[in-house]
Every structure is written in structure tokens, then in C-alpha cells.
């Protein structure tokens, strides 16, 4: 498979070049250019097909010419050591758990596959690089622990100051080595903004930057694995399966209609927003409107320029009535985000992330149309432990992974939300 960027479709590159660039160098983002038709693979996926072996033949179909039969198993092995769960919530909405990872949120699978493949190819090319990462919270703790202590591979992640949970703030602050942290004194928007100036910055093309995030296909791509096991384990169901789909940078949905567009049997997507609703917003009037974003509870959404909106306009040709042949946004409230934890806990003893509630809460609203949703729940509760304690009155319990960071100190460097101070760091860094 190859891929163009999103702002020239001729500007085509392989995947490893892809993954190593991260951002193309016209600021556009890669996709892939071909649309495998995958039914008949899909097909021979069932209840007992592990995520490791669903992933590995996807694996093959799409990146077969640069990453050979043999090695896909090894690669899957060792990038997803973990797996989705499926649970059935009531007769109408399912709930897949994809924060069995090491950092607790469904941005592991991303960032494991990123880190391993990565790792791969840098043993056949003579070269360092390093991961530049703008977060809200979820992303840079994955990243930061997918790549801990790897050879020739450094990390910078850029968070915005006081707007991400403290346990997430712990797991991005506390590993040292090659992970290194900056607290950037503004919003998550400024933080993708001075990442992406970096990737176009000529005085910065001396460090080998690439990406973590999801303007990274080799994050974006395994993403659409998971859709594809839960598809295998939905298969008797009467109806196609809906994904309500918690969204902020929207590489989570798009891997969805990425999985959907090679075949996939699927019904509608949900984008779930909470009060960053720029999409569902364009959805209802056809005008693109980015906007700086709001602070809420569900933080890891809050982006007010989501970076894959550029992947979905070229998926949709830029026409917003394809677009919602298959994308039905809703926007959720703080308050319906507090009152949804709430009611989990009450109605089902199911304890539930912000981020899940917004996903549950726009599932609930829509099962007099739909009789099969999805909803795909992003982070454990226990990241959120603030937010939970308020919500629900009551402390979430912590996962191992969580537990091991909670007393430790925090390292970080605080910067401004300038590009010019950015590159002043990656070059004291890295030159
Ligand atoms: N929600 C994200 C924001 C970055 O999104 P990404 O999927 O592009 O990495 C976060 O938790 O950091």
C-alpha cells in the first residue's frame, strides 16, 4: 500500500517513509492512497480469533510489501501483548474496553504498534530519531511508555499545563531517560500547532522529527484493528454493529471508517464530542469552523482543531452529505457527562471514564434508532480519579499500571506556547 498527502495526491511515499516523516512536508497528512477490498479476510475472522492473529493478517493485506509474513507475527506479538474486551452492557449497547494496555487508554495499541515497528525498521537504517507528541493526557502517556529506554529513539511530549489529569500527568513526567516532557503554558490546539511548525521548521531538519500522534499513519492504522475484532466477536448479531465513537483528535474514527472503507461490515458512526463539537457542528451546517477548544471534564477531547478532520475530508471528497452517509455527531454536555458516570455506577455497578461517559450518554440517545451499538470505551476510570470522585461520589479503584506512578515526583520543563521556544529546546536537546 502506498500513501499521499492530504494537501497533494501526488506527493506519494511507502509506509516506512510515512511512519518516519509522520507529517508530510507540505503540513499535509498521509493516507493511504489504495482501498483494499478486505471482505473475504474479514470473513474468516470469528470469536476465536485472537486480536494478535487478526492483527497480523491486517498486517499483511495492508503493509505486506514492506513488512513480510513472517515478521507480521513476530510484530503483532510483540506490539499487543494486551487485547480489547467486549462486554455486553443491555440488549442494545456493547461497551469495548480498550484500556487493558500499559498506560490504560486505547491510545496503547497505537503507540505499541508506532513503537515496534519503529524499532524494526531503525535496525535496518543507520539513523536516530525523535518522537515529537503534542497531548491532551491520554496520548503521551502511551507514548511515553511505548517507548521508554528504546534504542535510538527519543521522546518529547508537549502537554498543556494544568489541563490534563494528575495520574495522567504522572505517567508522562515520572520515566526519564529518552522520555522527555514539556508543560507548555497554554491549550492541547497549541501544542499540536508548535508540533506541527516543527515538522515545516528548515533550522529543525537536522533532527530526524517524527510523530506519535495520530497525524502518524503508523498510530492511526492499528487503530482500525480493534474494529475489526469486535466485528468478529458481533458477527451472529441481527444487525450490523453502529460504533459510537468518543472523539477529540478524530484518528480513532477515522481508523473506523478506514476499517469500514476495506470492507468492514458496519453500520453508522458516531462521533461523540463533548463541547469541542467543531465536526458534529460541520455535520449539521456543511461549514468548517475550528475554534480554540473549551476545557471540560472529558479533557482528552478537548481539541478544537482535530487533526484527522483533513483525512476524513479526503476519504468524503469534501462533500459533507457523503460524509454523513456515514458520521452522526452529538455533542455532549459537562453535566450529562457527570450524570451518565453517575448512572453507570447506579444502574449497572460499571464504573466508567468522562471520555466513555460522552460515548455512552450519545449511544443512549440514539437506541430508538439503533438496536446495535458499539460503544468504544477509551480510558480506565481511575485516570480520571478527580473527575470520578465528583461524579460518583466515590473513589474508582486504580490499576496496576496507575498505582505504580502515583507517588512519584514529576519532572518536567515548562515553556511558553511559542514555536520559536520549541525549537530553542529541541535544538539544546538534540543538536
Ligand atoms: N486525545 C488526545 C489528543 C491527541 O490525539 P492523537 O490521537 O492525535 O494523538 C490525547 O489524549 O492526547
Known amino acids: 500500500m502506498k500513501f499521499a498527502s492530504t494537501r497533494d495526491k501526488n506527493h506519494i511515499v511507502s509506509f516506512q517513509d510515512a511512519l518516519f516523516q509522520g507529517l508530510s512536508p507540505d503540513g499535509g497528512l498521509y493516507y493511504p492512497i489504495e482501498t483494499p477490498d478486505l471482505k473475504s479476510s474479514f470473513s474468516l475472522f470469528d470469536q476465536n480469533s485472537s486480536f494478535q492473529d487478526i492483527a497480523s493478517s491486517l498486517i499483511v493485506s495492508l503493509l505486506g510489501d514492506e513488512i513480510p509474513e513472517s515478521d507480521s507475527q513476530i510484530l503483532a506479538k510483540r506490539a499487543f501483548p494486551f487485547s480489547p474486551e467486549l462486554k455486553k452492557l443491555n440488549d442494545k449497547i456493547n461497551i469495548l474496553e480498550l484500556y487493558h494496555g500499559p498506560s490504560s487508554a486505547f491510545k496503547d495499541f497505537g503507540a505499541s504498534f508506532l513503537a515496534t515497528s519503529m524499532e524494526y525498521f531503525l535496525n535496518d537504517r543507520d539513523q536516530k530519531a525523535v518522537i515529537l507528541t503534542a497531548t491532551s493526557g491520554d496520548t503521551g502517556s502511551a507514548v511515553a511508555k511505548a517507548f521508554y529506554d528504546k534504542k535510538n529513539i527519543d521522546v518529547v511530549i508537549l502537554y498543556p499545563s494544568g489541563r490534563v489529569s ?41 533532527i530526524n522529527l517524527s510523530s506519535a500522534n495520530s497525524i502518524n499513519l503508523g498510530r492511526l492504522i492499528p487503530q482500525s484493528f480493534y474494529y475489526v475484532w469486535a466485528v468478529s466477536r458481533l458477527k451472529n448479531a441481527s444487525e450490523v454493529p453502529v460504533f459510537c465513537v468518543p472523539s477529540g483528535n478524530f484518528g480513532n474514527l477515522t481508523a473506523g471508517l478506514y476499517a469500514k472503507s476495506w470492507g468492514l461490515e458496519t ?165
Open 166 to 206: 494528575p495520574l495522567q500527568e504522572k505517567q508522562m513526567t515520572t520515566l526519564g531517560k529518552n522520555i522527555h516532557a514539556l508543560e507548555v503554558d497554554g491549550s492541547f490546539d497549541d501544542c499540536q500547532r508548535m508540533v506541527k511548525d516543527s515538522f515545516t521548521d528548515k533550522e529543525l531538519s537536522g
Open 267 to 431: 453500520g453508522k458512526f458516531i462521533a461523540a464530542t463533548n463541547r469541542n463539537d467543531v465536526v458534529p457542528s460541520y455535520l449539521a451546517s456543511a461549514i468548517y469552523t475550528p475554534r480554540a477548544s473549551v476545557q471540560t471534564y472529558s479533557n482528552a477531547m478537548d481539541v478544537g482543531a482535530p487533526s484527522n478532520f483533513e483525512r476524513m475530508q479526503t476519504l468524503y471528497n469534501n462533500d459533507v452529505s457523503l460524509m454523513k452517509k456515514d458520521i452522526i455527531g452529538c455533542m455532549v454536555s459537562d453535566e450529562d457527562t457527570l450524570a451518565t458516570m453517575k448512572y453507570m455506577d447506579e444502574e449497572y455497578g460499571y464504573a466508567v471514564c468522562p471520555h466513555t461517559a460522552v460515548g455512552i450518554k450519545a449511544a443512549m440517545d440514539r437506541t430508538s434508532k439503533e438496536s446495535n451499538i458499539t460503544v468504544l470505551s477509551t480510558a480506565h476510570p481511575g485516570k480520571f480519579m478527580e473527575v470520578y470522585e465528583k461524579a460518583v461520589g466515590k473513589k474508582p479503584q486504580l490499576p496496576a499500571s496507575l498505582l505504580a506512578v502515583k507517588d512519584l515526583d514529576k519532572v518536567s520543563r515548562l515553556i511558553s506556547n511559542s514555536s520559536k521556544e520549541l525549537k530553542k529546546t529541541l535544538l539544546s536537546l538534540f543538536s
